[in-house]
């Protein structure tokens, strides 16, 4: 370690945002599960959304079969096929028809490009720099938002409204300064979904006000009544839609996903992006091609969800613990029975089952837990005989 010369200047402050001692809320999570959980006990971990499914062979050999003897740096744009294949699955998943030259642009995963999504949208000296997030939410929507110069203005969801958001909690001078929109849906963390009337009225209000409006569609095929709904069925103006192959094929590790939506907004992405170095590599888009042009192997996953989901709905309401919303994705939005979903979620710890405090993501999730329904059947079925033998206990 070399001291530092006499005289010398030091480096200027980190970015303040940076610089924040709040941890990330899984961060946090997880320092909390290593100091309750029991040593002599495998955890089952309900917590971060990363499926345990197998991705399905056909892709995984498209994979392999697409690894090259020498690698070059992939196309930001992605190849033609790969735009022509989400094109195409749009067009049967929502009956909306894309151009796969003017409104797709592939993504590393759909994390990625909603941090970066800001970047390009919001200017800290602009008049219109509020990014509006429903909330509880998915945090990266902030972060962006914070770093790229935004200011952001949280608008409640609740279980009086089904957890769906509602323009009208947005007052008309905050949707006058606004630069983006996110939708969430279905919404992390609660499983709620928004209807088609519901997406078309915000749609009309983006076209007023002139903002965007961003919808992350990640969970879009995880449904187990109504079927999700794309903010792009109302028209692509003003807005723009991310998918994902996480959870639709279980390659959350692929990272694989797009943005489709307005050309204008396309082709600045198309333009920025490159800067960023996000551009997918190709083999990874060959299965990515694979994948979006099948649709017969999502049926078999979401069978699996639903067999998970039967079985801790079932052991919730032997306990009396209510289930809101709820309505797709994998999780489920469990109402705590003394409000305080943090000191429940530290007695689940201590059986070694992890579950995510609401509180973790963001003013409305207080008093509710996020039960993200991805470790295997076996070890969900273990989870239950846990709860049973742990809390049956405590009744008594």
Partial sequence: MHPTAAGAVR???????????????????ERRV?????????????????????????IRDTLVRSLPAVS????????????????????????????????VLPANGSKEAVFLLAFALVSHDADRRTVVIPSPTYPVYELGARLAGGEVFFTPLSSANGWRFDPATVPDAVWERTALLWINDPHNPTGALL????????????????????????????????????????GVENAIAFHTLSKRSAMTGYRS???????????????????????????????????????????????????KRERLLACFARHGWSVEASEASFYLWMRVPDGDDVAFSERLMRIGVVATPGSLLGAGGEGFLRWALVPTVAKCEEAVRRIDEAFSVEAR
């Fill in 72 to 103: 070059s740096y992939p196309a930001t744009q992605g190849k033609p096929e790969l735009r022509e294949a989400i094109a195409g699955w749009y067009q049967r998943r929502y009956g909306v028809t894309l151009d796969p030259e003017r409104h």
């Fill in 34 to 58: 290593r100091e309750l959980a029991p040593a002599d006990r495998p955890l089952i971990a309900f917590s971060v959304g990363d499926p345990r499914e197998e991705t399905p062979a056909f």
């Fill in 195 to 234: 209807r088609s009337q519901d997406l078309a009225a915000i749609a009309a209000l983006a076209r007023r006000f002139g903002f965007w409006v961003a919808g992350d569609h990640a969970y879009d095929e995880l449904y187990f009544g109504a079927k999700p709904h794309s903010v792009l069925e109302h």
């Fill in 11 to 29: 480096p200027g402050p980190l970015n303040p945002l940076l610089a924040d001692q709040r941890e990330y809320p899984f961060m946090r999570l």
């Fill in 257 to 307: 996903g797009f943005m489709a939506g307005d050309p204008r907004l396309i082709e600045v992405l198309r333009r920025f992006r490159p800067s960023v170095g996000v551009a997918t590599p190709e083999f990874v888009q060959d299965a990515a091609i694979a994948a979006w042009r099948d649709d017969a192997h999502v049926a078999g996953l979401l069978a699996g969800y639903r067999a």
